[in-house]
């Protein structure tokens, strides 16, 4: 490992560079990723279908997994719920009826899978089930190894595996209520890395689309592979933390449809992800993404524009 000491320095300097003001700089990666297969083939499209169209309440859960031992990954799991839609989460309500697509969810540097609840609860009211880990060394609290986020597309991965196997678990609240085969990844800032990971170094051939929110290709590439899924990219050209031209250029270099909503005034969080009408553009616009790229519902794909227009606060870049 140490022989490999200047690809791992320069490693450390990019995504210490890419994402300064979130974490400081720490020892590097357990291992090297992978490299990624050269192929990319046609998305098979999910069957067309129709994405519920009342909002559900919203259930809440916690998840104790621990990859190798030494990398706890206490997960929260939002879903559609029974009861009053519009109430706060209610913590281990009863499932809703049908099968719920899934999306596993990646934090920021310093942060936690609660940060972005005003967000995730949202899609879960839509109709997904959240999956949201909170990394072993870039959550909040933890000792913010930044090279860690390289490590995290196989914790991404294998939370899915867990989370997915309840579908089919004896007992289990969410027992034949996922959609095992319509998957996406998303995730925030050095999430965000994480989340093109999942698409770069880290293949994760189950997933069907990603969402990347101010996010990067620093330490990940962008060296899309594997089957085609469907991208939706969210920037704030203001962003303080991660240019918008980096994530233009991770953007840039996706080969598969793909949409990107850009923030005029958006910040590297704030505007991004708080309340107010951003925050009502990239939920309502990112709900849109989900329901047409798991769910096969075309109507929900000609929604998009409207979605993302609303005066000043955003433009849609849309090749779909």
Known sequence: MFRRRTPVL????????GLAGCSTPAPAPTAAPPTPPKATTPAPRVPAGTAPAEAFAVGVRQLK?????????????????????????QRDATVATGRFPVV???HGLDGRP?????????????GFVVAAPTFPHTGKG??????DVLNQPADVS????KVLALDARAGDPLRGRLATDRVAAAGHSAGGVTTIGLFTTGRDERLRAGVVLAGTGLGVGTAFAGTAAPQLFV???????????AGKAAYDAVPWPKAMLSLPRGDHGRALLGDGAALRVVSDTTIEFLRWS????????????????????????DRL
């Open 65 to 89: 997994l621990n990859r190798g031992g030494d990398r706890p990954l206490p997960v929260t799991l939002w879903y559609p719920a029974r009861g009053d839609a519009g109430a706060a989460a």
């Open 10 to 17: 320069l490693t450390a300097a990019l995504l210490v560079g």
């Open 235 to 245: 920037h704030g050209r203001a962003d303080e933390v991660v240019d918008y031209a």
């Open 142 to 147: 933890t000792d913010g190894s930044v090279l």
């Open 114 to 126: 609660a940060d972005y609840q005003a967000l995730l609860t949202r899609w879960a009211a839509a």
């Open 294 to 317: 798991l769910y096969g519902d075309e109507a929900a794909k000609g929604r998009l524009p409207a979605s993302a227009a609303r005066g000043d606060i955003a433009t849609l870049d």
């Open 104 to 106: 596993a969810f990646s």
């Open 158 to 161: 294998y939370v899915l595996d």
